[in-house]
Nanobody, 120 residues
Framework: QVQLAESGGGLVQPGGSLRLSCAAS????????MGWYRQAPGKQRELVAA???????KYGQSVKGRFTISRDNAKNTVYLQMNSLKPEDTAVYYC??????????????WGLGTQVTVSS
């Protein structure tokens, strides 16, 4: 099993920044890709950003140019730097990890989620 521990959510004003962290532990050998999904009330869970162990990245269209995903393989930790935040970024952000970016959503591991609220 793989455990994912998220941190860094909170309340921020529009235009502000937040950084999320997610540390993986347990059966780390099963984890090549890590990333973030988010889910707002009444909406489907959607990809925010993902990164492979080799550094390849994938971003959701709505966050391109504002969010940056990075990874410290030595610490088994993934980071999401969120800049120029908008009210529509408000959601619960879930850390996700698995064998690949393509398969981790359906067959990977999930954190408990951290709330991000963008409001004045």
């Amino acid at each position: 099993q793989v455990q994912l521990a998220e941190s860094g959510g909170g309340l921020v004003q529009p235009g502000g920044s937040l950084r999320l962290s997610c540390a993986a532990s347990g059966s780390i050998s099963r984890v090549n890709a890590m990333g973030w999904y988010r889910q707002a009330p009444g909406k489907q869970r959607e990809l925010v950003a993902a990164i492979s162990s080799g550094g390849s990245t994938k971003y959701g269209q709505s966050v391109k140019g504002r969010f940056t995903i990075s990874r410290d393989n030595a610490k088994n930790t993934v980071y999401l730097q969120m800049n120029s935040l908008k009210p529509e970024d408000t959601a619960v952000y879930y850390c996700n990890a698995g064998a690949s970016i393509a398969t981790m959503f359906l067959n990977g591991y999930w954190g408990l989620g951290t709330q991000v609220t963008v409001s004045s």
